[in-house]
């Protein structure tokens, strides 16, 4: 089970990322998860969000390049050990992760991981029985 | 290729003798006109001792001296017309980024040539009666409107005079009134096309087929483009205010260059730096001579634009002198540490990679007395990668081929689409920030 990640393009410019928010803010879209890449000259910003076709149409229309992507959201316990064991299993099957970003509040923790074969990471996981998030996990009502 | 889609059979298909006694004659008259009536000429013609009578044939040509830009700015506004201004019907003048503006002057009779030329441009690509043609080129000082306008009008078209900007109207109009030809800038031409694809305009609301673009140097790569996005033929129309206007020369269906209408516009390709006249085939300056204008011809009048001359008949039947596509301007040109750079180089070398827009903008500075190129490219909206990797896979590549392109290195900065400044009308493609 994977779920929709949205990207944006963000240029090196002051407020964008402010830009960005705002819109999101007023379209009522509740951010889930959110992390910041960046270069010398622009960045991408990554996101789970409750109403990713929502958000994308909305942050289109203002100007911005969105992209959605197949990401992995898994849920683990909130404890030394948890992502190196899904990692493990990860390597053990030969899967490159492309970038990932992980979280944890009150004794869960969630990883978001990209890697080139979205579906094989899927099945991995999910035949060593870990919980992974699906789009109505996060989705606003 | 039929005869049917030649205007003027007789001048188009002339015999070389024909059309070399028809511009003889022309020359003649008109170096008289100026002797008479120009003082800037005269004093020209007595420093080199010549007597307007001397001048018998279009050979000769190569004799008399040279008109620049410059002259034009010192004779500002009215100093280089051959007529009192009560039989000046109509005043252009070109916007020119630095200092005054360029001025021209028409007589009733120079509109005469002018929508002639440009019924011949118009009849060249396939344009005729029952066409409804949509101008998109500025109305006003600027040539661009008003020349395609009587053209198309002299060929009995449906014009639809729209103008400049408002991409809205522009579609709405297109869909809306049918039209089957669009003329504006390249550079207009493909955020147009870009528009209707973005705004889930179907294909079939669409009729255009042909369409005709001047008034900035463009690649054949973005013709392409153009000819996807819109589903036309695209077709080059070349002119500067200073000679008429567009329809100086045009594309015909071959593709292979520009006719140029040279009974009225005689061209020359010369060496910039020697000033002596090149055989055909060879790249250099192009100078025209407007043997038949009336209010304020122009001798030797040299444009600053690069391009060859090719006098072959042509397969669509027309004899008349070819250029070639201009390679850009010798004012465009950028010299960047001592490198010759032109913005179509940039241009066709996006152009050529799949993943990459057409809409670039090249930043020069100067940094501790070193010249550096960056170039601003847009990322495609729809289409990007949001790996970093492969953003800056393309970065390097884009870097890689403008390297050997250009033969010096530039800073590829991608940016978001979008951002840079879309002239409705010209592209603003250089910003060099060493002069100020």
């Known amino acids: 089970m ?19 928010t705002r819109i ?13 890449a960046e270069t010398a000259d622009y960045g991408i910003v990554r996101m789970v969000v409750g109403r990713p076709q929502l958000a994308k149409e909305a942050l289109e229309k203002a ?13 683990m316990p909130d404890k030394p050990g948890s992502l190196y064991r899904i990692l493990e299993i990860l390597t053990d099957e030969g899967i490159n992760i492309d970038y990932m970003y992980a979280f ?23 035949e060593n029985r870990l919980k992974l998030l699906s789009q109505s996990d996060i989705y606003q009502l | 290729m039929t005869t049917d889609m030649i205007w003027n059979p007789e001048i188009e298909c002339a015999e070389r003798e024909q059309m070399h006694e028809l511009q003889s004659n022309r020359l003649t008259g008109m170096v008289k006109r100026m002797y008479d009536n120009v003082p800037f000429y005269r004093n020209k013609f007595d420093e080199i001792g010549l007597e307007p009578g001397d001048i018998k044939t279009v050979d000769q040509l190569k004799d008399l001296p040279f008109t620049n830009k410059n002259d034009l700015r010192d004779n500002y506004p009215f100093g280089l017309f051959t007529v009192p201004q009560t039989d000046v019907v109509r005043i252009h003048a070109s916007s020119g980024t630095t200092g005054k503006p360029t001025v ?14 440009v019924a011949r441009s118009l009849t060249m690509a396939g344009v005729h009666k029952g066409d409804t043609i949509q101008i998109a080129y500025g109305y006003g000082p600027f040539t661009g409107g008003l020349g395609l306008h009587y053209g198309a ?9 729209i103008s400049t900007g408002n991409t809205k109207k522009q579609l709405q109009f297109m869909t809306d009134f049918k039209a089957t030809v669009i003329a504006c800038t390249p550079s207009y031409a493909a955020h147009l096309g870009e528009c209707i694809a973005n705004n889930g305009i179907s294909a079939d609301d669409v009729k255009l087929r042909i369409g005709v673009f001047g008034a900035e140097p463009w690649t054949n790569e973005l013709r392409c483009q153009i000819e996807k996005l819109l589903k036309v033929k695209a077709f080059d129309i070349y002119g500067l205010s200073e000679i008429i206007g567009p329809g100086v020369s045009m594309e015909c269906g071959c593709q292979c260059g520009n006719h140029v209408f040279e009974d009225h516009f005689i061209p020359e390709i010369i060496d910039p730096e020697t000033l002596e006249v090149l055989p055909d085939g060879e790249l250099g300056e192009l100078v025209f ?27 669509c039947g027309r004899t008349l002198v070819r250029m070639d596509k201009c390679l850009g301007r010798t004012d465009d040109m950028l010299i960047i540490r001592g490198v010759n750079v032109f913005p179509s180089q940039v241009e066709s070398v996006l152009m050529d990679m799949s993943e990459t827009t057409p809409h670039y903008q090249l930043i020069v500075r100067r940094e501790n007395n070193l010249d550096t190129l960056e170039i601003l490219v847009e990322i495609d909206q729809k289409n990007w990668s949001d790996s970093i990797r492969e953003l800056e896979g393309i970065r390097r590549r884009i870097e890689n081929n403008i390297k050997s392109m250009l033969g010096i290195g530039a800073k590829i900065r ?15 493609r250089v910003i060099d920030n060493r002069k100020c």
């Open chain 2, 104 to 117: 021209v002057g028409y007589t009733h009779a120079d509109l005469d040539i002018w929508a002639e030329v």
């Open chain 1, 104 to 126: 944890s509040n009150n004794d869960v923790a969630l990883a978001v991981i990209r890697a080139a074969d979205i579906r094989r990471v899927t099945e991995v996981l999910e």
């Open chain 1, 24 to 36: 999101l803010a007023d379209n009522d879209v509740n951010i889930t998860a959110l992390s910041v």
């Open chain 1, 63 to 75: 100007g911005f390049s969105i992209g959605l992507t197949d990401v992995v959201c898994v849920n």
């Open chain 2, 153 to 161: 009008e002299k060929i009995g078209a449906t014009v639809i005079p």
């Open chain 2, 289 to 315: 001579t407007t043997v038949s204008k009336v209010a304020m011809p122009l001798l030797r009048y040299r444009t600053r634009d690069l391009t060859r001359l090719h006098r072959e008949k042509c397969e």
């Open chain 2, 414 to 428: 991608l940016v978001e689409p979008n951002t840079i400044e879309r002239s409705e009308g010209k592209a603003k």
């Open chain 1, 2 to 20: 994977h779920i929709q990640q949205l990207s944006v393009f963000l240029e090196d410019r002051s407020g964008r990322l402010t830009e960005l």
